[in-house]
Every structure is written in structure tokens, then in C-alpha cells.
């Protein structure tokens, strides 16, 4: 990677009490910035921290000395180097006069798009988003040359501070064959935005720092014309461009809508929601995190949807190794809190149950679709041998959920299964579903459902709202009694007699063929204190709740549905 960075012509301009010491520093390469603020010590600002320069304080002789060798400040209060890519931003106090200077060193880096060259291959609007000083502007400078170079385009720059291209009126190297429209004051870029599409017949426009909402809107123009756009914009992410009105429209803007009773409740969401109004005027966004490591949304426009909707999001994340090397990773948005999923709470959702107990002895449990009733001799007599845990008896592996959802949004559900590989299917079809999740609002009022899923024992799952957060929770909770490893069965009933293991195989015959399938409670025969410990610990292990029914003598285990 090659930099250019013209460090020496900066230093020329700086007092020598200034000057000196940062020439001799060991890290003048990594150096971001100069300060010098009247009354106060200079200060120079790497990337592991601020050193002062000297003991000697800025006085109003010294600035003046860096002001006389530099050009005159713009509206936007810069200045520049002539031929360099340094910038020069003064403060001002209230009387006009300069009392503070911020010399920001600007550098050419080669190689860095590396990382993204394959987008500028597929002509898409690209949008730079990341907090100031993070090295948009040297990317962008970077991606001007490859596409006005190396692919040959007809490249304009809007060059609002002359950050781009450098000071003065011939252009710095590193934009390449590119040219650039200088603007006079920073209230006019949007109007030089247009005049350079109308003028000067670009297949690409480079803006750096789109601020305004005129600005906004000269951007959308602009793509609706059919020209390519590169630009940057503050914010780390791209949901804060979404919640600023002035760089919504960059994105697509967003706008209330007022649904209909049924398509709020098809959509499972307040009648009020907010949507995305337009086609976004860049198609890819980039989040710039650090030098090498960005974020991609290469679909702008079902990102924006997905985040309204509040939805799980995919991203992509690449990196640009010390090798030269770069990867490519995939990885579900920090934008939601996947610290709940795992617990539980009773607030979050209810279920809707059955109060029957029945007896083991009694129990029907259906085998191949047909009923046949199971006898309580048929299973103590089974006998435990150690490959009980393989696919004649149990299933190590969840068996597939059908699941029917009412009245909450159903991408969100399947963007949600999606992103955490859960075995579950969502169906249309009541009838066929082994679970129904619900809006608790919803389900409430429609007692259509509630009477299908007693006919049917299906069990119901309610929220409160359609959070991300409260999604995951019942989708957990439906998924967290269908698994029993194989190392904890095996360990509970190691070294165990064959009366243990009849009673532990009758326990687990009975969580699994008949609580969890039919969402029934069942009563086991009656056993000794030690045997019934043991049973409690594989239910225990199931997250079923259980209780003790008899006397002392001949004390029996319930087993209780979720």
C-alpha cells in the first residue's frame, strides 16, 4: 500500500517551536492532526492519543505567522496547501478574528479499495458512511482515481473544500485523470451538483459530505438521470442516515402509513407503520468502522425495509488483512439484542393449555398416524440395552415444528428462523400446526382460534408485541423441551439397574410420545423415592414442571405440559 502524505510542506508553514519536535517524532507518519488554540499549548493528535508539541503557549504572533502562509479561508472557514491534500479549518471568535487552527494532514493511499473493487464494477451508487476523521475522504479519493483511471470513466468531482483534490486550481495527482468543479461558497454545492451533470456530460459524480437536504435532494436528482454517484455522509450506521431527516432521502426517506384494520392484522403490526417512500438514490451503502474493516449493504433498498420492520439483518463484513489478503464474513446486525435469546420470562408469553390429567395406563399415543393403545406391561418390559439412544426409540435431533402465526409480522418470523437455523416450518394450515403464535391483543379477540387449537391440542404462544426480542423468546420456549442429548441420557442411566432403567424409559416415553406431542399431563406408575429422584432429573432436563400425587407409600409423578 503506497501513501503519499507531502508531510514536509505542512511542517514549513508551523512555528519552529512546532515544527521541530514533530520532525524528530518517531510516529510523524501516523499523524492526524495539528492544533493550535490561542493561549494554549499546541497539541499533536495520533491514532493512540494527544501530545502536546510544547511547553511554550500559542500567542497571536504565532498564529499569524501560519496565517500568512497560507491562502485565504473560504466561506466554510478552510484553507489549504496549494498542491497538497492538507486541510486548514480556523475558529473564529465572535469579533471575526482567528483564534484557533486545525492543520489536518491529507493523504494518498493506494490500494485501500481494494476491499470494495468489485463494486465499482457493477456501476451502482455507492454511499461512504462513518464518523468524521475515519478516512472517508481518502477513500473516496482513491475510488476517483481507479474509476477515472483504470476503468477509463468520465469522472466529475464537486469539490466543496477543496478536500478531494487538494488546493489551488491544478488538482493533486491522486485523483487521476478525473476533473473537478470547485465550488464558491458550501450553500451552493447542490447547484454545482446539477450544473456539473447538465455542463460536463459525467458518467460519475464524487461528493464529498453530503450535509443538507438540498443537497439530498440535487443527490436523488442526479440518479434519476441515470449518472453514477460516489458520496460521503456522517453517521457509523446506516439506521442513523434512516432516523436523520435531512439524509433520509440519500436512502429512499421513510413516511407514516395508515393501514386497514386487515392488513394491519395480515402484516401483524400497529395500523400506523413507517415505510420506506422512494427508491434509494444510492444502491450500495458502506459503513467504515476503521481503515480495514467495512461493512457492506449491497441492497440499500431491502436493508431500509428490513430495519423499519424491525427484523433481524444479515450483513456483510469485510477485512482487509496485513497479508494483503481480504475477507469476507457474514454476520447477523448488532442492531439486535441477542442477549435475551436463551431466557425466558413468563411476562413475555402464555400458553394456553390443558387441565386433564390422565394415567399413564390410559394413555393413547398415535404411531404411524393410527391409534393403539399402549399398556404399561408393553414398556416395563422393554429392556435397556446401550444403544437405546439411536433412532429406534428416541430422536436425538428435534423433530420439525409447524408453526402458525396470527397477527405478527410473518417476514419478521422468517427472517428470525432464518438467522438462527431453527427447525421450524411456518404453515398456513391451523390445522396442521404444532404450535400457533400469536399477537395476545389479537388472539383475544378471536375465539375462532382458540376453539380450533382445544380441538386440535394446540398449544398457544402469546406476546405482548412484535419485538425482535419477544419473537426469539417464543420461538425458544417452543424448541427448549424437544432435545435431550445423548452424553445426559446415557450419564443418567449408566451403572443402573434394570427396574431403574424400565422407570426411566416410561418417563421418557412418556415426556416424548405423549406432553410433548399431545401437550398432555401424564401420571407414572408409582416407584421408590431413589427412582423418582431420578425420574425428576430427566424431566428437569426436558424444562417440564412436574408434581407428586398419593400418599408416601404409593406416590406417583405428574408430568405437566409447558
Request: aromatic letters at 6%; one cysteine or more; a positive charge.
Amino acid at each position: 500500500m503506497l501513501i503519499a502524505d507531502d508531510l514536509d510542506k505542512l511542517l514549513d508553514i508551523l512555528p519552529d517551536f512546532i515544527k521541530n519536535p514533530l520532525e524528530k517524532h518517531p510516529d510523524k507518519k501516523f499523524l492526524i492532526e495539528i492544533v493550535m488554540d490561542l493561549g494554549r499549548k499546541p497539541e499533536a493528535r495520533f491514532p493512540n492519543g494527544p501530545q502536546y508539541l510544547s511547553r511554550t503557549n500559542v500567542s497571536w504572533h504565532d498564529l499569524y505567522f501560519c496565517i500568512k502562509k497560507i491562502p485565504r479561508f473560504s466561506g466554510d472557514n478552510r484553507s489549504g496547501i496549494e498542491c497538497t491534500l492538507h486541510r486548514i479549518s480556523s475558529i473564529k471568535n465572535r469579533k471575526g478574528n482567528i483564534i484557533g487552527l486545525t492543520f489536518r494532514v491529507g493523504r494518498a493511499i493506494f490500494g485501500t479499495v481494494g476491499i470494495i473493487r468489485d463494486l465499482l464494477y457493477d456501476k451502482k451508487s455507492i454511499l461512504l458512511l462513518g464518523r468524521p476523521g475515519i478516512g472517508k475522504t481518502t477513500a473516496i479519493r482513491e475510488i476517483t482515481r481507479v474509476l477515472a483511471d483504470e476503468m477509463e470513466k468520465r469522472v466529475v468531482i464537486i469539490d466543496t473544500s477543496n478536500e478531494i483534490a487538494g488546493d489551488g486550481d491544478i488538482p493533486h495527482p491522486a485523483i487521476g485523470r478525473a476533473r473537478r468543479m470547485q465550488v464558491t461558497r458550501p450553500e451552493l454545492q447542490h447547484q454545482v451538483m446539477i450544473e456539473a451533470v447538465e455542463n460536463h456530460m459525467p458518467e460519475v459524480i464524487i461528493i464529498d459530505e453530503i450535509g443538507t437536504e438540498l443537497e439530498a435532494l440535487a443527490a436523488r436528482t442526479i440518479a434519476e438521470r441515470g449518472v453514477q454517484l460516489v458520496g460521503t455522509a456522517h453517521g457509523n450506521y446506516l439506521d442513523s442516515v434512516i432516523k436523520n431527516p435531512v439524509l433520509a432521502d440519500l436512502v429512499g426517506g421513510i413516511q407514516y402509513v395508515t393501514l386497514g384494520d386487515d392488513e394491519a392484522k395480515r402484516r401483524g403490526s400497529q395500523k400506523s407503520v413507517l415505510e420506506r417512500k422512494a427508491i434509494p438514490a444510492f444502491q450500495i451503502a458502506i459503513e467504515i468502522h476503521d481503515r480495514y474493516n467495512w461493512v457492506i449493504h449491497e441492497r440499500v433498498d431491502q436493508m431500509v425495509d428490513l430495519i423499519l420492520q424491525g427484523s433481524i439483518l444479515s450483513l456483510q463484513r469485510r477485512k482487509l488483512n496485513c497479508d494483503g489478503s481480504i475477507s469476507i464474513e457474514c454476520e447477523n446486525s448488532n442492531f439486535i439484542d441477542f442477549s435475551s435469546y436463551g431466557g425466558s420470562s413468563s411476562k413475555e408469553y402464555r400458553v394456553i393449555k390443558k387441565n386433564n390429567v390422565f394415567n399413564f395406563a390410559n394413555v393413547y399415543t398415535d404411531l404411524d398416524n393410527h391409534l393403539s393403545q399402549v399398556s404399561i406391561k408393553s414398556i416395563s418390559n422393554l429392556e435397556y440395552v446401550d444403544s437405546l439412544s439411536n433412532e429406534s426409540y428416541f430422536n436425538e435431533k428435534p423433530d420439525l415444528v409447524n408453526l402458525y402465526v396470527y397477527g405478527i409480522n410473518i417476514q419478521q418470523i422468517e427472517t428470525t428462523i432464518k438467522a438462527l437455523n431453527l427447525p421450524i416450518i411456518l404453515t398456513r394450515d391451523i390445522s396442521k400446526a404444532t404450535y400457533i403464535l400469536a399477537l395476545r391483543a389479537y388472539i383475544k379477540q378471536n375465539s375462532k382460534i382458540r376453539q380450533v387449537a382445544k380441538i386440535k391440542n394446540i398449544v398457544i404462544y402469546t406476546i405482548n408485541n412484535n419485538s425482535i426480542n419477544n419473537i426469539i423468546r417464543g420461538l425458544k420456549q417452543m424448541l427448549s423441551c424437544n432435545v435431550l442429548s445423548h452424553s445426559g441420557w446415557h450419564q443418567l442411566c449408566l451403572n443402573r439397574t434394570i427396574d431403574t432403567l424400565n422407570a426411566l424409559i416410561e418417563a421418557r416415553l412418556a415426556i416424548e410420545k405423549i406432553v410433548l406431542t399431545y401437550k398432555q399431563s401424564v401420571q407414572l406408575l408409582p416407584r421408590s423415592t431413589s427412582v423418582k429422584s431420578l425420574q425428576c432429573k430427566l424431566i428437569k432436563m426436558y424444562n417440564l414442571k412436574y408434581s407428586y400425587y398419593g400418599n408416601s407409600s404409593h406416590q406417583s409423578i405428574i408430568i405437566y405440559p409447558i
